[in-house]
Every structure is written in C-alpha cells, then in structure tokens.
T-cell receptor
C-alpha cells in the first residue's frame, strides 16, 4: 500500500537552533515528493518539491530536503529556525500516473524563544 | 496571478442537510483535487477531476460527490450530513500529473 510516514508528531526547538523533520515513504509513492506547511486556519503552502534530478532540494524560507532512495526518506531541514516557523508541516508523495497526494500525519514544529 | 479560491470559508449546517462547496483553480490549471482534513484522520483524498472527468476517487461514501465545469471550476457536494463530516475541506489545483498542487484556504464545515 502507498504510504508516507512522518516519524515525529511534535518537534520542540529553540529559536536559531537547527531542526530536522523526518519523513519516510513507501516505494510506490516515491516518484514525486513534497513538503507543505500549514499555519493556523490556513490552507497548505508548498515549501519544496522533489520531482527528479539533484537529491538535495532547496525550498522557500531557508528550508531544504534530501531525497534518499536507499533509505526511502525525504527529511526536511533548516539550519536556524525562527519563531515564525511555528506551524504544521506535511510530507506528501504521489506517483506519475495520478494527481492524488498521499500525506503523512503531520509534524507540529514548536519554536520557542 | 490569483491563487486557488474556495467559497465559502466557513459553513454551519444541520445533520441531514446537504452542502455544496466551490473551488476556483489557478488560471490554466485543469486538475482539481479535494481533501478532507480532520484532527483524527489527518488529510484524506476525496477525488480528483481533470478536464471535467473524475480521474481518481478516495475511500469515501457515495454521499460525497463532485464535478468540474468546462472552465475548470469545481464543486463538491455532501448529502445527508453527519456530525463526522465536520472538517476543513481543501481544494488543490495543478497542471496535471507530476506537477505540484496549490491549495486554497479551505472551507471549514461544522455540522451540528
């Protein structure tokens, strides 16, 4: 079955510290991978995407992710977080023959001052 | 370039009623997908439309239906509302398979 798993439901971190949000996927959804962010009472905003090519993907707001095929992972990283990064983060995947996104359960990033 | 627009933003309905939600995609996008978001189940795929045809369907009862018009605007309908249908309904549009999806702000449906 197709699945995307986010390994942490909550990640507390202090401001200006680095952070990693973990995501694993099943091989059947590995073709295209995405990270989205959701602020309270908002829709989802695309942070970055992996479609093909370089395995290190850079996104908006200083975020980046690395596609690792051997470990079936697509972890999201930021070297220094800000209070404004506090939000819910979703990892998602899809295959080439469908527009259906499979989402992980979400990770709440809590940035503390 | 305007983003994905969903109307209304908030809706309160009574059990047993029906509801129609609307989604206007980004200009030029022919694929529209719908998702249900709840605290317990997370983000779940409802269906996808492409050029007025339903291309994919999630695992939801037949009370949930949708359609897409020739201008790519889409509507979803939920009949015989249940309390468990209370959720944030999100619409996303894209150019098609293999391209990123852009989401609207969502419609918050509360069933009482």
């Amino acid at each position: 079955a197709q699945s995307v798993t986010q390994l942490d439901s909550q990640v507390p971190v202090f401001e200006e510290a680095p952070v990693e949000l973990r995501c694993n996927y099943s091989s059947s959804v590995s073709v295209y991978l995405f990270w989205y962010v959701q602020y309270p009472n908002q829709g989802l905003q695309l942070l970055l995407k992996y479609l093909s090519g370089s395995t290190l993907v850079k996104g908006i707001n200083g975020f980046e992710a690395e596609f690792n095929k051997s470990q079936t992972s697509f972890h999201l990283r930021k070297p220094s977080v800000h209070i404004s990064d506090t939000a819910e983060y979703f990892c998602a995947g899809t295959t080439s023959n469908t527009g259906k996104l499979i989402f992980g359960q979400g990770t709440t990033l809590q940035v503390k001052p | 370039k305007a983003g994905v627009t969903q109307t209304p933003r908030y809706l309160i309905k009574t059990r047993g009623q029906q509801v129609t939600l609307s989604c206007s995609p980004i200009s030029g996008h022919r694929s529209v997908s719908w998702y249900q978001q709840t605290p317990g189940q997370g983000l779940q795929f409802l269906f996808e439309y492409f050029s007025e045809t339903q291309r994919n369907k999630g695992n939801f009862p037949g009370r949930f239906s949708g359609r897409q018009f020739s201008n790519s605007r889409s509507e979803m309908n939920v009949s015989t509302l249940e309390l468990g249908d209370s959720a944030l309904y999100l619409c996303a549009s894209s150019l098609g398979q293999g391209s990123e999806a852009f989401f609207g702000q969502g419609t918050r449906l509360t069933v009482v």
